[in-house]
């Protein structure tokens, strides 16, 4: 079973900045694309950011310029830097991993619990 662990989620003024980072446990063939969703209240989960095994990233236009996605294979560590927050960016944020599990035969979608990212004066 693969788990995802997720930490770095906190209060932050307006302007400020969090470094979300997410690991996942080594159980796997072969890790593909990892990605950051977040979900706001009353409003449905949204991708935030992903980035491919070989490095390439998207961002939804909301965040790009003020958020950067990475990853470190050798790690099972994948990151999400978030500067100049506002409070739109308030949600909860969850990590998400396409993966082979170690037996499998083909990608299953995992998800970590999420964390609290609060933006407010």
């Known amino acids: 079973q693969v788990q995802l662990t997720e930490s770095g989620g906190g209060l932050v003024q307006p302007g400020g900045s969090l470094r979300l980072s997410c690991a996942a446990s080594a159980n796997t063939q072969m890790m593909l694309t990892m990605a950051w969703f977040r979900q706001a209240p009353g409003k449905q989960r949204e991708l935030v950011a992903d980035i491919t095994n070989g490095g390439r990233t998207r961002y939804i236009d909301s965040v790009k310029g003020r958020f950067t996605i990475s990853r470190e294979n050798a790690r099972n560590t994948m990151y999400l830097q978030m500067n100049n927050l506002t409070p739109e960016d308030t949600a909860v944020y969850f990590c998400?991993?396409?993966?082979?599990?170690?037996?499998?035969?083909?990608?299953?979608?995992?998800w970590g619990q999420g964390t609290q990212v609060t933006v407010s004066s």
């Open positions: 998400n991993l396409n993966a082979i599990p170690m037996h499998g035969l083909s990608a299953i979608s995992y």
